[in-house]
C-alpha cells in the first residue's frame, strides 16, 4: 500500500457512520451482510448507507457482490491487512521482538 491508498483509506474511516459501518462488516465475517440488513442494523436510510458504502469501496476496504436481487457487502480482509501492515511496515525501528505480531485471520 503507498500513501495515497493509505490516506484514502483513513479518510474514509474517519467517519462515525463509516466507522461502524466496516466494524459491522468485520463482525458479520466473510459472509458478508445484505445492504438492507446493514442500513436496518444502523439505523440508516438507503440512500445515505449506499454514499458511505461507496466511499469504503473506493479506499478498498470493502466489496461487494450481487446475489439475486441483494447486494451483499463484505469487509476486504485484503485491504485491512495493507493498511495495517502500511503502519506497521517500520514499527519500532524495525525490531519486530517490540512491536510484537498481528494476526488477521481470513475466516472467522
Given at each position: ?13 474517519a ?6 459501518t ?22 440508516l ?20 457482490r ?5 447486494i ?8 485491512l ?7 506497521l ?20
Amino acid at each position: 500500500m503507498d500513501t495515497d491508498n493509505a490516506v484514502s483509506a483513513f479518510s474514509a474511516l474517519a467517519q462515525e457512520t463509516r466507522l461502524s459501518t466496516l466494524k459491522l462488516l468485520v463482525q458479520a465475517g466473510p459472509n458478508g451482510m445484505a445492504a438492507g440488513a446493514i442500513a436496518t442494523e444502523l439505523g440508516l436510510a438507503a440512500p445515505t448507507l449506499s454514499f458511505h458504502l461507496k466511499e469504503l469501496e473506493r479506499a478498498e476496504l470493502i466489496h461487494a457482490r450481487k446475489e439475486g436481487r441483494s447486494i451483499i457487502y463484505a469487509a476486504d480482509y485484503g485491504g485491512l491487512r495493507d493498511l495495517i501492515e502500511f503502519l506497521l511496515a517500520d514499527c519500532c525501528g524495525g525490531d519486530k521482538r517490540l512491536c510484537g505480531p498481528y494476526i488477521i485471520k481470513e475466516a472467522c
